[in-house]
């Protein structure tokens, strides 16, 4: 595959140079009668044209894009106001298309349209109160409309309530792995801090202060589990350089900031098992499988290890550059019903039987 | 460059080298500019080949990187410093200094009719101090532990410990050297700007008969000394932090088994001074270029600027919006959320000076003369990127909308379109147009139309698909997606990116062969062979310290009187004195 490309690509670059050196020698023809080097009819002519070629281009680019790669866009959101930000963002999409496609056509038309020719005169057409004006108020109330909105969508997200049935868990980030920390019982984060990660001969792993009571019945945990349909209130630290908590599915993301705590909430509404049934899902996952088989087909052929075959989970992922295995800095998330929440929760040891 | 009329006697080294001559000093910028610019295109088609077949081996890691690349490989570190380095040349050194370097110091005594800038000798500091700057940076990639790898924003804590990682020792002083030698170049030369504009414009050069170029580097001056101090002071504490132990943007802190001593700083601070001049900074690279489209457009439009008011407007509220919208680079940076608010305010303000902008430009097409020469591709060019790129600013500037899409390939794309493309599309526009005044000759047109196809081509063809694996949730800066099988599906894609980006490349080695050809064997130039109502095409081809032999010539009215009725000629310069009864338009 990767002999094949870069011949390909070796290929198209010797085509582009042959092409160039024709090109120049018709130039050097055409020296005899125009070597001015500035533009003339002809010129105008074919590079009006292409102009309209490539409006037609980036139209075809554009439905190209959507026809083979619309299934990646913006997966199904897993989280409550998931639904909020995905109409705020396809809003936001129609409009940019409706402009994007209206002021392509018309510059590249009249590139086209007005490409010059010797003995034409311009228009001597140099200003338009009133035309300036509507296209100035225009911008103007639909981004007001647009600003409403999203301040709306964002206060409803960023000034969430600490209630009481709310489930606080500490996301808790470093190079290059995640730990999550649960309240436990009482459901009040200890205290913490990075001078307290020594004791107990590193078993301290996020560094939670033993004489805090609130920190004793607390869980650290390397695989995430959120109970489906209940708020959690995330704290995110790092002990050592900026990571980001990217939570693509449920459209949340906040970075983890050494010496600050750092807060974002998010109701979970789909579970792990009824992500991986949903249709698109299940379609995405098979496309994905046979990605990987085809590519193992290749690896065995090579003596190497085949690839495993993929199941769904939820991703959180680093998203602030932060060293070399920044791009592999992950943990899995599952979400499930509340009963096989708190089986799980069970079974987990409390810091205070970890230290002891 | 042919006879010497100066009456001074020059040598070798006060006329190539310590120039204190505005016009060889732009050359200088500009050549310069264009080999920083080859190193940071060049490593992005390294870094490519890496995202689209990733962890493969190739011989050309092996014979440019060298121990980086163990057994033809890319190492994940290099690959970080590869993006920085990137980001840092093709921001700073290529569209910065090469951009409104090359072109704010060839037009503005020429467009205003000025002898030379208000101090020739501090325009010499400015390259020499950019010229020092650039050679650092470079040197720095040959550092034992390799340049810095923090990303071009090179965020605390990771560019401040060199636990975090190796690209944050010595490489990353020299990052820091570097960048506050440019800041003090920049700053010389943008003071320079600024007064030249305000002291010595010729008679009848009113502020409001200056060509849009001249408003656009006049403001883009003033930005930079507005913003590039605060960059400084960050650089400058952030020193402090990595070397004198002080803890303005560290707390808290354990690494590498060892609690480190630094207690109550913050890096949200760091990001905050990064960005007062990062944001600006974007204007900084986009104002220039899209002065040098309003005067190419009109000019080969053979129109006047349509709105030549409102642009001025616009360039002024984009100015003044620049500097309060830092924040949108930080909604998710644990700022508080009300701020969050106030910055998505700011921000999608800031769509309607550059609405009125495009909208203009657009008119101005309406009923032209269309002299579709290799400039005035890249003008459309220009202003169709900026169109694409800048409406996902909608998107990105919704502080909401950002959580999702934050620092992912949508942003990417986003920013490389709005700022990369449409500014390196400014340059060579700026490049098209001017060389004749530069060097005397002309460029080869077919050339300069092949490259602009390609480049067209390919530049669509990189980023419109990097929208849609970025809304996929796929973050930057990742040395390689396998660790995510989730993402396999996305492989492909990138495949077809690294294609057209190596197409892309090639294509400037057109441009190139063009650029070098025509210095020494194209196609003398005529004295105005645009036909251009500017004054800088009024003075004579060959250069001479002092721009014009006589007189400087008088202004009598605006620059745009392309095709104005009552004129035998479809274009009136500026040193043409008003026909009785004739009127001038806005004043």
């Known amino acids: ?141 639909v981004l007001a409309a647009l600003i409403l909105y999203g301040l709306y969508a964002w206060s409803n997200i960023m000034n969430f309530e600490e209630d009481e049935d709310a489930l606080v868990v500490e996301l808790y980030a470093q190079q290059f792995n995640w730990k999550a920390r649960y309240a436990g019982a009482d459901n009040v984060l200890g205290d913490a801090n990075v001078r307290f990660l020594q004791d107990f001969d590193g078993l301290n792993l996020v560094g939670i202060d033993a004489a805090d009571p609130n920190g004793l019945d607390d869980v650290v945990v390397q695989e995430l589990h959120l109970p489906v349909g209940r708020k959690v209130i995330f704290k995110m630290r790092s002990q050592d350089v900026l990571h980001s908590a990217y939570m693509p599915h449920f459209r949340a993301q906040m970075n983890c900031v050494p010496g600050m705590i750092t807060e974002f909430a998010f109701t979970p509404t789909t579970t792990t098992e009824e992500m991986r049934q949903n249709p698109d899902m299940v379609a995405k996952v098979q496309k994905i499988n046979k990605i990987r088989y085809d590519k193992s087909q290749e690896l065995i052929v090579n003596g190497e290890e085949a690839l495993e075959s993929y199941q769904f989970d939820y991703l959180l992922l680093c998203n602030k550059i932060c060293g070399a295995s920044h791009y592999n800095m992950q943990m899995k998330i599952i979400v499930e019903e509340e009963k096989d929440f708190n089986a799980w929760m069970a079974q987990q040891r409390t810091f205070a039987e970890v230290i002891q | 460059m042919g006879a010497d009329v100066h009456h001074h006697k020059e040598t070798f080294v006060t006329k190539y080298i310590f120039s204190q001559d505005h016009k060889m000093i732009s050359k200088q910028y500009l050549i310069t500019g264009l080999i920083m610019g080859i190193v940071g295109i060049g490593m992005s088609l390294l870094f490519r080949l890496q995202l689209a077949w990733p962890e493969q081996p190739f011989g050309i890691f092996e014979s440019t990187l060298g121990k980086w690349a163990p057994d033809g490989v890319m190492d994940p570190n290099v690959y970080l410093a590869l993006v920085t380095i990137h980001g840092t040349i093709m921001v700073f050194f290529v569209l910065t200094a090469g951009l409104s370097g090359t072109f704010s110091n060839l037009l503005i005594p020429l467009q205003i009719g000025a002898r030379d800038m208000a101090s020739g000798f501090l325009n010499m500091i400015s390259y020499w101090l950019f010229f020092l700057s650039s050679v650092i940076m470079l040197a720095s990639l040959f550092v034992e532990a390799g340049p810095a790898a923090a990303g071009w924003t090179i965020y605390p804590p990771l560019s401040a410990l060199p636990q975090a990682q190796p690209g944050s020792g010595l490489g990353m002083t020299l990052w820091l050297v570097s960048m506050a030698i440019f800041i003090a170049s920049s700053l010389l030369g943008s003071l320079n700007y600024i007064v030249t504009v305000i002291n010595l414009r010729t008679k009848g050069m009113s502020m409001t008969r200056l060509p849009l170029t001249i408003w656009a580097f006049f403001v883009t001056a003033i930005i930079g000394v507005v913003s590039f101090p605060v960059l400084l002071s960050a650089a400058l504490l952030l020193i402090m932090d990595r070397s004198f132990g002080t803890s303005f943007f560290l707390s808290d802190i354990f690494i590498q088994g060892e609690v480190l001593h630094y207690q109550g700083g913050s890096p949200v601070l760091f990001e905050h001074l990064f960005w007062f001049l990062g944001h600006p900074e974007v204007y900084i690279v986009l104002l220039p270029a899209l002065g040098i489209t309003s005067e190419v457009l009109a000019t080969n439009a053979r129109k006047p600027i349509f709105g030549y008011r409102a642009m001025v407007a616009s360039i002024l509220a984009i100015a003044f919006l620049s500097t309060i919208v830092w924040g949108h680079h930080m909604f998710i940076s644990g700022m508080n959320p009300f701020l969050g608010s106030v910055f998505t305010f700011t921000t999608l303000l800031i769509a309607i000076p550059s609405a009125v902008k495009a909208f203009n430009y657009i008119t101005t097409l309406w009923k032209g003369n269309l002299q579709l020469n290799p400039a005035m591709l890249f003008s ?68 300069g139309y092949i490259h602009f196809w390609i480049t067209a081509v390919c530049a669509y063809g990189v980023f419109f698909p990097m929208h849609f694996i970025g809304m996929a949730g796929l973050p930057r800066r990742y040395y390689s997606n396998t660790a995510f099988p989730y993402f396999d599906d996305l492989a492909d894609i990138n495949v077809v990116i690294t294609i057209f980006a190596l197409i892309a490349g090639a294509a400037q080695i057109v441009f190139l062969y063009n650029f070098i050809h025509s210095m020494f064997y194209g196609k003398r130039a005529e004295m105005n062979p645009w036909k251009s109502n500017t004054l800088e095409w009024t003075a004579p081809v060959e250069h001479f310290h002092g721009n014009w032999a006589g007189d400087i010539p008088e202004v009598h009215r605006w620059a745009y009187d392309y095709s104005k009725p009552g004129h035998k000629e479809d274009f009136v310069p500026q040193h043409i004195p008003l026909n009785k009864g004739e009127e001038e338009l806005h004043h």
């Open chain 2, 380 to 447: 459309i060019g220009l202003v169709s990127t900026f169109i694409t790129g800048g409406l996902t600013g909608i998107i990105l500037g919704d502080s909401t909308l950002d959580i999702n899409v934050h620092d992912t390939y949508f942003v990417v794309a986003h920013f490389h379109l709005v700022m990369g493309i449409s500014a390196l599309y400014g340059l060579f526009a700026g490049v098209y147009h001017w060389f004749p005044k530069m060097f005397g000759r002309m460029l080869n047109k077919q050339l």
């Open chain 1, 1 to 141: 595959m990767t002999t094949l490309l870069t011949i390909a690509i070796l290929l198209l670059v010797s085509i582009a140079v042959w092409q160039i050196t024709k090109i120049f020698q018709v130039a050097q023809l055409n020296q005899k009668v125009d070597d001015s080097q500035v533009a003339n009819d002809k010129d105008n002519d074919w590079n009006g044209k292409l102009m309209f070629a490539f409006l037609v281009f980036i139209y075809l680019i554009t439905i190209y894009s959507f026809w083979a790669w619309g299934d990646v866009l913006l997966p199904e959101s897993a989280s409550e106001h998931g639904k909020d930000y995905d109409r705020l963002m396809w809003i936001s999409m129609v409009l940019i298309f409706f402009v994007q496609i209206i002021t392509q056509a018309l510059l590249h038309y009249f590139s086209y349209k007005y490409r010059g020719r010797k003995g034409l005169k311009a228009l001597f057409y140099a200003d338009n109160d009133r035309l300036e004006f509507i296209w100035t108020i225009i911008p103007v109330i």
